[in-house]
Nanobody, 120 residues
Framework: QLQLVQSEGALVQPGGSLTLSCAAS????????IGWFRQYPGKEREPVSC????????YFADSVKGRFTMSRDNAKNTQYLHMTSLKAEDTAVYYC?????????????WGQGAQVSVSS
């Protein structure tokens, strides 16, 4: 079965850090673009970041630039979203997604989501 399996989210204090993982099962991430999205209650998912394998570039939303980074471990077939200096407004459900053409669009697979809560 082709799927993305995400790590669980967590409750983090403001200013803290958290890393989310996104592991591919049934396919290899090597040539896929991996995007991260977040969703606030009652809102549509919004893009957070993307690692484009086709362009060899990464993209970040202005709201997370300088605070969030990504990495990929091909040996583990896993993509990571490293979040630092977390703020209350980062509280959301985070999803990863994979685009087989590597261009951060037309995502084929989605993770199950992870709740990240930032609160003291």
């Amino acid at each position: 079965q082709l799927q993305l399996v995400q790590s669980e989210g967590a409750l983090v204090q403001p200013g803290g850090s958290l890393t989310l993982s996104c592991a591919a099962s049934g396919f290899t991430l090597d040539n896929y673009a991996i995007g991260w999205f977040r969703q606030y209650p009652g809102k549509e998912r919004e893009p957070v970041s993307c690692d484009s394998s086709a362009e060899n570039k990464t993209y970040f939303a202005d709201s997370v630039k300088g605070r969030f980074t990504m990495s990929r471990d091909n040996a583990k077939n896993t993509q990571y979203l490293h979040m630092t200096s977390l703020k209350a407004e980062d509280t959301a459900v985070y999803y990863c997604a994979a685009d087989q053409y590597g261009y951060c669009s037309g995502y084929d697979y989605w993770g199950q989501g992870a709740q990240v809560s930032v609160s003291s």
